[in-house]
């Protein structure tokens, strides 16, 4: 493994990439759990927001500077 150091740019861009696929799986997982319910009791399932990005890729951010 090579020792990169990646800018505060970089670090972010991957962060919020990440807490996008967080957010997404999340969403992903409820729609299919709302599918194996009968047909009648189904509720539509909210999209994430922008805020919601935000949250989670400031937690992440909390966890890497943990010390």
């Known amino acids: 493994m090579g020792n990169s150091t990646k800018s ?3 670090l972010r861009t ?3 990439g990440m807490a996008i ?4 799986s999340r969403v992903q997982r409820q729609v299919e759990n709302e ?4 047909e009648g009791t189904r509720r ?6 922008t805020e919601d990005v ?3 890729a400031d937690k992440l951010m909390d966890f890497i ?3």
């Open 21 to 24: 696929g967080i957010l997404e």
């Open 14 to 16: 991957e962060l919020l």
């Open 54 to 56: 935000l949250i989670v």
């Open 44 to 49: 539509a399932i909210n999209p994430y927001a």
């Open 65 to 67: 500077n943990k010390k």
């Open 35 to 38: 599918f194996l319910k009968p």
């Open 8 to 10: 505060g740019y970089e």
